[in-house]
């Protein structure tokens, strides 16, 4: 079957193939009356019509779709992936998602290829990948917006500080009693500079602890629960952990139980993101949320305006984290039965 195009709208409806690109495109019809307008639409409906994105492109010089970068698609970022997906719907903008830790090397990536051709790009906790990205030259081909706790500050960016929810979290698990206030990390939060550690080691200063890092090989659950294990045969566990995502604190959550260690009673937990699994224990796990929603409203709106306005001041804006409080860290022998 011979697909429809613009000639075939135009001489059902008696204009010109123009006048129908203007409509179908939205650009330049401010000038066409409705009737012709609605009469194109109906026309085009009726006829099966469905536009071709390339030649689109080409003319218009948007392709309609974003990129997102993201460290992994684990259940936080998924969780991103989702909502930015339905705060696009109403543009009309489809989505291509990149796991950026699958290219390691990315100054050699964007040397080697040009990037997806994209309209832009909303970089999720992934700073290294945007300053390649800038660093290459590749930037002029598209804008990024640097989105999330981690961040690139010299684009434009939209950051979640999640260190006075990490501070609160530290003091909460002070006021339910715990003595040894450890943080449940992993290599990745130990890089220099690491926004949540750092955040960590200032709450404890305030409380006059001394801090104690407790690292993993990756921030997953597995590790994060053979991990309890090993501390619980040795006799050497906290009593409460402030854990670097909630992917650890779930891991944690399960080794705790499979040790025989009650939460919260003998160890009080929280995690950090807000992913909605943490709801769902029969201790719901206390975790620090981040601003999901708003976050990705505020990246897609920084993008839009980028791309309708090239050469408008740089963009920043700062969300913050909040600590939920759950059963996982309210310790009954604090607040009774």
Known sequence: MRRMTIRDIAQAVGTSPATVSKVLTGRGDSLISDTTRQ????????????????????????THCIALWAETLADFHAMVANVLLDVLRPSRYEMVITDVVKHP????????????????????????????????GAGRNAPVVSAGAY???????????????????????????????????????MRPGDS???????????LEREP????????????????????????????????????VAIGAYRGL???GVRIPEDVALTGCDGIADTAYFDQPITTIVQPVDELCHAAWQC??????????PLQSRMLKGS???????????VHGP
Request: hydrophobic letters at 35%; aromatic letters at 6%; charged letters at 30%.
């Open 303 to 312: 993008l839009q305006r980028r791309l309708d306005e090239p050469d408008c």
């Open 257 to 259: 139980r499979e040790m």
């Open 105 to 136: 090397d990315w100054h050699a990536y964007f040397q080697r290829n040009a990037p997806w051709p994209v309209d832009g790009i909303i970089a999720l906790d992934s700073p290294h990948s945007v300053e390649s990205y800038l660093a290459s």
């Open 323 to 333: 600590l939920t409080v759950r059963g996982s860290s309210l310790r009954r022998e």
């Open 39 to 62: 009469k194109i639409r109906d026309t085009a409906r009726e006829l099966g019509y469905s536009p071709n994105l390339a030649a689109r492109a080409l003319v218009t010089g948007r």
């Open 212 to 247: 104690e890092l407790l690292v993993t090989e990756q921030s997953s659950r597995e590790d994060a629960r053979l991990l309890i294990h090993d501390l619980v045969r040795r006799g050497d566990l906290p009593d409460g952990l402030l854990c670097f995502n909630d992917e």
């Open 151 to 189: 961040f690139w500050p010299e684009t434009d960016h939209v950051g979640v500080d999640l260190g006075s929810g990490i501070r609160e979290a530290a003091f909460h698990l002070a006021e339910q009693g715990c003595v040894r206030i450890a943080h449940l990390t992993c290599q990745h939060g």
């Open 196 to 206: 949540r550690r750092l955040a960590y080691e200032a709450a404890m200063r305030d």
